[in-house]
């Protein structure tokens, strides 16, 4: 290949199985293709391109590409790395003028990229350029997909607002309930940092839209072997975010077609019974422990009603916590073992289980004042008892107790 611009091929997204230029048989094959998308990135580029040359020449000399997409930025990112190809031959750069965004100029780099591993890095800086090597050694010790994830051990943000932290952690919480074949199998599912093996991913028509690349891969392609590296969310030193209000909305739209149409589509889970019988008979059990409790504060010790109640309804709720976490879901917690962990688990029944509190007492009164016009008023609270019961299990299931299917320790 020489350092001419690469053309973006045309046609679906698809990436081919085997590399295009593959068939020069003199240059050294190339394993890893790492695709480096940018907007607006000219003051980002040789410092990231120059961070990663160093690591992987001291790693794979002559055996890996970079791949800079760049969507016709106006500050003419593609020719500032274009200049930049005399001193590093392993870049190469495309301009892309008819086709715009993230995740398909991802995908067009991959289909001109020449590795079996195929690459995606922010130009940023904002994704650490150390833990390069980490990813790709888990790929080449045989994961399908090693993820960059900020939500494993040595993982974080640097100093982001709360409201930030939230945004992004209720954008998980959305895509754990929309999706949970998809967004629950990595720690970190709206990481833009991560590798695939191509033949993982090789004939998956893959979608262009959204922002999350990562969710396409794990949803239409073929993963089985998942490895996370755990990175600090680094602070942007030049450019800007070109993320905005649009891209949240893309991406619930992007959720609810990967649950409809992706490869995951048609694997239907069944309702899980035994679970859902063995959590309806710890909540009994914690009704008997609310009455119990009320009974004894109420009459016996002579507090208020409402203070009884409070303290009774949290027992109930710390009892069916320890009954659920060593009974109903117990093969769950032997994959997340330790204290921090049930800590967790517990903090989110907890705030489940208010959440249904309030859930009841308002579909108590729209069953008793619309539906059931004032008759039948435990008619009305038992339907409402089972709903929540339903609503409060499924939460549970895929938000407190559920495992990320992810090998860790690679
Ligand atoms: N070619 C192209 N076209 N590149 C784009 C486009 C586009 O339309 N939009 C953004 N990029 C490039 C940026 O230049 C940057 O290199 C990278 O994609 C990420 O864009 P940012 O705008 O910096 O994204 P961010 O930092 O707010 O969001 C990131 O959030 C995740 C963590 O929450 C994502 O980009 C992820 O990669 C990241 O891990
Ligand atoms: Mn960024």
Sequence with gaps: MSNLLLSPPPGPLEVPIASPGADSSTAAEVVFSLIIPTYKESGNVAKIVAQLTQLLDNFIPDRYELILVDDDSPDLTWQVAQSLTDKYPQLHVMRRQGERGLSSAVIRGWQVARGKILGVIDADLQHPPEILLKLLSSTLDGADLAVASRH?????????SVVRRLLSRGAQVLGLLVCPAVVGRVSDPMSGY??????????????????KILLEVI????????AE???VFQERESGDSKVTWKQYVEYIGHLIRLRSQGRISRIRQKWPMRRFIRYGTVGFSGVIVDMALLYLLYQGVGLGLTTSKIIAAEAAILS?????????????????????????RLLKFNTICISGLVLNVLLLQVFFNVIFGQNLPYLANLITILLVAVWNFWLNLKLSWRVTAVEQGR
């Design 229 to 231: 590296v755990g990175y």
């Design 194 to 211: 991560f590798m695939v093996r191509r033949s993982a991913i090789a004939h998956h028509r893959l979608s262009p839209i959204g922002y």
């Design 320 to 344: 069916n916590f320890f009954w659920n976490d060593i009974w109903t879901f117990a093969d769950m917690v032997r994959r997340q073992t330790g204290w921090s962990n049930r800590f967790k």
């Design 219 to 226: 949803g239409r392609g073929e993963i089985k072997d998942i």
């Design 152 to 160: 494993v051990e040595g993982g974080g943000v640097s100093d982001w």
